[in-house]
């Protein structure tokens, strides 16, 4: 065979398996909501039965006058809760595992704690409680049900803006469209000494 063609042989064997090694692109996030241009009511409707999501970002955190941020990523199931916080923070990682009567902490040290214990290992770490029983429906950018809630809309039936609920104040900064909604994309809860600015990067 001449040496040309033995050439063009070869480059075609390359690119041949080029081609089969090529990565398969993940698959889209599932469509949960009637659409992002929906009617708000509507969407609310779908996103307060909405049990099984996920996002991550980067958060910042300020409290008693000292700040951070990390890395965030939270998984929603149907009956429980996955919080993760990465990064140089000042906290050196964490993650919480919780549902309605459950937490638990896996720290920076890999140390395990439960009950009282794992709050007091939160609290610690971020300098104030987080209100882990509202995180569902606050990251959906909804006040959480069964409880008091002061909220504001933007015009006459349109999305929720910001709401005041359980001391804090949660604000809907902006909103990008993902899985059929109109979700937040920056979100800022906050009470008296502490802060959290939240930008989701990825909806899933």
Not at 50 to 68: I, K
Not at 133 to 144: D, I, S, V
């Amino acid at each position: 065979m001449p040496a040309r063609a033995r050439v063009a042989l070869g480059t075609a064997v390359v690119l041949a398996l080029l081609a089969g090694c090529r990565t398969v692109p993940p698959p889209a996030p599932p469509v949960s909501g009637p659409g992002a241009d929906a009617p708000w009511s509507e969407q609310y409707a779908a996103l307060a039965n909405l049990d099984n999501y996920a996002l991550s970002g980067r958060v910042a955190v300020a409290a008693n006058g000292q700040g951070f941020s990390a890395n965030l990523r939270y998984h929603q199931h149907p009956q429980r809760a996955d919080l993760s916080l990465d990064g140089p923070m000042g906290i050196g990682g964490m993650r919480m595992e919780f549902d309605e009567r459950e937490l638990k902490v896996t720290n920076s040290r890999g140390e395990t704690l439960d009950g009282a214990a794992a709050r007091a290992e939160i609290e610690s770490r971020l300098g104030f409680e987080l209100p882990l029983a509202r995180l569902r429906w606050w990251l959906l950018g909804l006040p959480a049900p069964g409880l008091p809630a002061e909220k504001h809309e933007d015009g006459a039936g349109g999305a929720i803006t910001d709401f005041q609920q359980d001391g804090w104040r949660v604000s809907i900064n902006s909103r990008a469209p993902a899985r059929g909604f109109s979700l937040p994309e920056r979100l800022t809860a906050e009470r008296d000494g502490a802060r959290m600015k939240l930008l989701v990067e990825n909806w899933q």
